[in-house]
């Protein structure tokens, strides 16, 4: 077993079936906190946060979504399984294709690795999600946007950054430059606190790789938006959950690397 749960049968189940070939991983959906603080979650998602629900089921439905979603579009995402469940299987489950590459956030945590490889890793990030979001416009599709984007959500594999955590999701309508900017804070946030002590140094590589500084100033705006009411009440829930990021710092930190340093050449000339 890869993942247990938590306390009270809480929390997603993953198998380890090692003997598989390709090796696979059975993700089990559960409830994650009880039952009536997961309804309210379900609610909240739903109505004030343009999101698909957090119901084991819904979950599972989401995940196996943009999975499929992802891998159409060419995109690099852990791979579903088609084949059935085990007998007896009662709860929403997937068969997953098993990484056993490391997460991006061990690798720049790696004390053994160089500053310049964990730099390139980085900058390879910004590069896969610029190309992921210029699709996810392209198609007006949030579902192309990560939900829970961190570094930990990334296995580092061959040059290729696969995507995995993908139970949550957006709706179809909610705002994709929101999207992008509400995945962009939760990456630059997830680099600042990264172990290692990369700080800004890794958001310049991420802004070389993503490469598109009118997406990022305006998903800086979207995402930094009040949203009335459910943005009220979406904050306080964040709040209420322990959330710390401020988004409007963050993203002011990405949006001034985009600008020409001072004495650069860029600068001089204008």
């Given amino acids: 077993m890869l993942q247990a749960g938590g306390r009270g049968q809480t929390g997603n189940l993953l198998y380890f079936f090692p003997s598989e070939q390709p090796p696979l991983v059975l993700k089990v959906y559960c409830f994650r906190r009880s039952r009536w603080r997961e309804f309210w979650k379900d609610v909240s998602e739903r109505v004030f946060e343009g999101k698909r629900g957090a ?44 990484c056993a590459a490391p997460v991006l956030a061990k690798v720049l945590a790696d004390p053994n690795r160089p500053p310049g490889e964990k730099l390139a890793w980085v900058e390879l990030l910004g590069q896969a999600l ?45 705002p994709v430059v929101r999207a992008i900017g509400r995945e962009l804070t939760g990456i630059a946030d ?3 606190r990264a172990d290692g002590g990369g700080g800004e140094e890794f958001l310049r590589a991420l802004m070389r790789g993503y490469a598109n500084p009118p997406l990022v100033r305006a998903a800086a705006r979207e995402a930094t938006q009040r949203g009335g009411l459910a943005g009220i009440i979406r904050r306080l829930l964040g709040y209420l959950r322990g959330g710390k990021t401020d988004k409007t ?21 204008g």
């Fill in 55 to 98: 119901t084991a089921a819904t979950r599972c439905a989401t995940e196996r979504l943009i999975l499929a979603l992802w891998a159409r579009e060419g995109f690099d995402v852990v791979r579903l399984v088609a084949r059935p469940l085990p007998s007896g299987m009662e709860k929403p489950a997937l068969w997953l294709e098993y």
């Fill in 130 to 174: 610029s190309r992921r979001h210029r699709r996810a416009l392209e198609l007006n599709d949030p579902r192309l946007v990560h939900e829970h984007g961190q570094i930990k959500h990334f296995f580092a594999q061959d040059k290729r950054l696969i995507a995995f955590d993908l139970e949550h999701g957006y709706r179809s309508g909610y």
């Fill in 190 to 192: 997830s680099l600042l």
């Fill in 249 to 269: 710092q963050v993203m002011a930190r990405l949006v001034r690397l985009l600008e020409p340093e001072a004495g650069s050449p860029a600068r001089a000339r």
